[in-house]
């Protein structure tokens, strides 16, 4: 009798052991959405929309839906359909990490979502917080007329509007730009522009974001400094220095390339003089169209500066340009290694007194895209 009841205690034992281990089975959970933007492929910044990822199945106005966005949960994923709508099934219940594609964002992007089991999920609805896709931003700033100087760096406005057609009107990323061209391009309208793209960009609750801004300068320039439109040369608060520039750029939640056609404007980004290291920091990435000690000179050939002329067609010619590996994609880096080449072979001569060469300072995003075919 005792061997029975030992037994049939350790049978007891060993089926409550035995349930411990066995999982509750929880239905999984189905996500919907819609995934809007605003009607054309780029905008004005004073019109500015953000890609939304919305609840709604109606656009709010000025929106349409973006067909073809690719939505991914674990390994399984859904279309957007022609009305924006995308539906995906059999989700584990928990927190999960959507992920939205499209060629328009630069980069894919990710949120947590809470996936609650046999029920249908919101992607956007507001408990779960609006997702918004990252977006680029694009500042051309073109300034060929100072204020009491005889000679005006020539070409430098049609370039800066070439710049502006081809870099950013041209670019398959989804992008608002705006440019300043001479007398709009003083030192107070490019520290309100900024300002105003600062505002407009937007974080997640976590304090991060996909959004990223790409400037574009032409002008007048020297060590650590670039010339706004009212520089009359009178002191350094005419300026722009780079300790000032980072101080504007600074509050911009996401990444920045600054793209400087100027002289010794590698200067902006070796961290000497007014601040140390002021654009040398991660969230910075400069391509600069001369060293230190070098000055860019207008080519009556190529009727624009030899950086610029070479920034435009690295990204116009779709295959001899900056996309060497032929991903549709142009980075930074690709983009200053084109340069840095092109320059190189057009000033052959190393001795003579108008050569010079691009610099790069890379950051966290030296390998992010910046022009998209």
């Known amino acids: 009798m005792k061997n029975l009841r030992r037994l049939s205690i350790l049978l007891t034992v060993f089926v ?101 089991s046999d029920k249908t999920t919101w992607l956007g609805r507001y408990e779960e917080g609006p997702l918004f896709g990252g977006v680029g931003y694009f500042l051309v700033i073109g300034i060929g007329k100072y204020p009491g100087q005889s000679e005006d760096p020539p070409g430098v406005v049609q370039t800066a509007e070439m710049v502006y057609e081809e870099l950013f009107k041209k670019n398959g990323l989804y992008a608002f730009g705006a440019k300043l061209i001479n007398t709009q391009a003083t030192k107070a309208k490019i520290k309100r522009q900024i300002e105003e793209i600062v505002d407009l960009a937007l974080v997640d609750p976590n304090g991060n974001s996909d959004d990223y801004l790409v400037i574009y300068f032409a002008g007048k320039s020297g060590q650590d400094y670039l010339s706004p439109s009212d520089d009359d040369l009178s002191g350094w608060h005419k300026a722009i220095t780079d300790a000032e520039l980072e101080s504007w750029l600074r509050p911009f939640p996401g990444s920045v390339t600054l793209i400087i056609d100027g002289t010794e404007s590698a200067t902006m980004a070796d961290g000497r003089i ?15 169209a001369a060293r230190k000690g070098e000055e860019v000179f207008y080519e009556p050939p190529l009727e624009s500066s030899v950086f610029s002329h070479f920034l435009v067609k690295g990204i116009t010619d779709r295959w001899y340009g900056a996309d060497w590996n032929g991903d549709g994609d142009i980075t930074a880096r690709e983009l200053y290694d084109y340069l840095y080449a092109e320059m190189r072979k057009y000033f052959r001569n190393w001795n003579d007194p108008d050569s010079h060469m691009p610099a790069f300072h890379s950051g966290d995003y030296g390998n992010a895209t910046v022009f998209r075919y």
Do not use: M
């Not at 007014?274 to 600069?288: C, E, G, H, N, Q």
């Open 274 to 288: 007014f601040k140390p290291y002021a654009l040398r920091k991660p969230k910075y990435t400069v391509i600069s």
């Open 16 to 116: 409550l052991l035995a349930g411990c281990s066995v999982g509750v089975y929880r239905p999984p959970g189905h996500l919907v959405g819609y995934v809007y933007i605003p009607g054309g492929t780029y905008v004005k910044l004073a019109e500015l929309e953000e890609i939304l990822f919305s609840a709604d199945r109606e656009p709010p106005e000025g929106y349409i839906p973006l067909f073809g966005a690719e939505v991914r949960v674990g390994g399984r994923y859904g279309v957007t359909d022609g009305s924006g709508r995308f539906e995906i099934w059999n989700i584990s219940p928990g927190w999960r990490t959507v992920t939205v594609s499209h060629s328009y964002l630069r980069s894919p992007i990710r949120r947590a979502v809470l996936i609650e």
